[in-house]
């Protein structure tokens, strides 16, 4: 694990920390492959059930390292280019995943946040893919997974302007899960994590892979009921499919084994 980050699990949660503040969590290649790697160890820890990222300090992530870029240095993992920018752009992670937007989210982080499949954001927080400003563009998946969150129009405006949204904005939009109070993003991401972790995480990992699944379709046609249906065989047989009916007619707490 590299310097940059930190990891603490507790509770069947990981929380991974981006801990560059005084570059405002800019992402560099130690960066990447100290996320990615933190990202694959929990998803791969069948006692983690949901994964929470956040910054250091005012922000989330000020995107690129530009000092790196100048530098003509990578900004990939050099053991696992494949992962993508910050090592999640493209890193399948089947854990749930939430953003623990803490602060600023410009470019690159703001990317990082879309990699997430929920955000929760500081108030006080804005929103940003300022690239064209700076003669770049949005390339660690910005540009195709924000018009597949907000309307079109709105996301040409937020990519071609380069302008920030506001937390309030981003919320509206739909964009983000929950506005936090200043200075408690993480303990709302927190919370949602464990209300997440507490259910059946067989129910819960298939029901986040469909659901990524069928986005990406043209259309409800058969390929995409005989995926549902893939997916309840599969939920359906499982022990915790058994647990949660038995636990509810004994009224107590479901013990998953997840499997």
């Known amino acids: 694990m590299s310097d940059e980050v930190h990891v603490e699990t507790a509770d069947a949660v990981t929380v991974i920390t981006i801990d560059r503040p005084k570059a405002l969590n800019a992402l560099n290649a130690a960066v990447a492959a100290g996320l990615g790697a933190a990202l694959q160890a929990a998803d791969d820890d069948e006692a983690v059930r949901a994964i929470v990222v956040t910054g250091t300090g005012r922000a989330f992530s000020a995107g690129a390292d530009l ?16 992962w993508g920018f910050g090592g999640f752009a493209r890193h399948p992670i089947a854990t749930p995943t939430i953003a ?17 499949d929920l955000a929760v954001v500081d108030e006080e927080a804005k929103l940003g893919l300022p690239e064209v400003t700076r003669g770049l563009v949005a390339g660690a998946g910005g540009l195709i997974r924000l018009p597949q969150l907000v ?81 309840m065989m599969t939920v359906f047989s499982s022990e915790d499919a058994k647990e949660g009916p038995r636990a509810f007619a004994e009224k107590r707490t479901p013990q998953w084994r997840g499997r």
């Open 67 to 82: 000092k790196a870029v100048a530098a003509g240095e990578s900004l990939l993992d050099p053991d696992h280019p494949e």
């Open 151 to 231: 309307p079109r129009a709105v996301a040409l405006e937020i990519a071609m302007t380069g302008a920030p949204i506001s937390a309030a904005r981003a919320y509206e939009l739909g964009l983000v899960n929950r506005v936090a109070p200043a200075g408690t993003a993480l303990d709302v991401a927190r919370s949602l994590a464990a209300t997440i972790a507490a259910n059946a995480p067989v129910a819960v990992r298939e029901s986040k892979a469909l659901m990524g699944r069928a986005a990406h379709a043209d259309e409800l046609g058969d390929d995409v009921w005989a995926d549902n249906t893939r997916v």
């Open 100 to 116: 623990a937007v803490n602060g600023l989210a410009f470019g690159g982080g703001l990317e990082l946040m879309l990699s997430c």
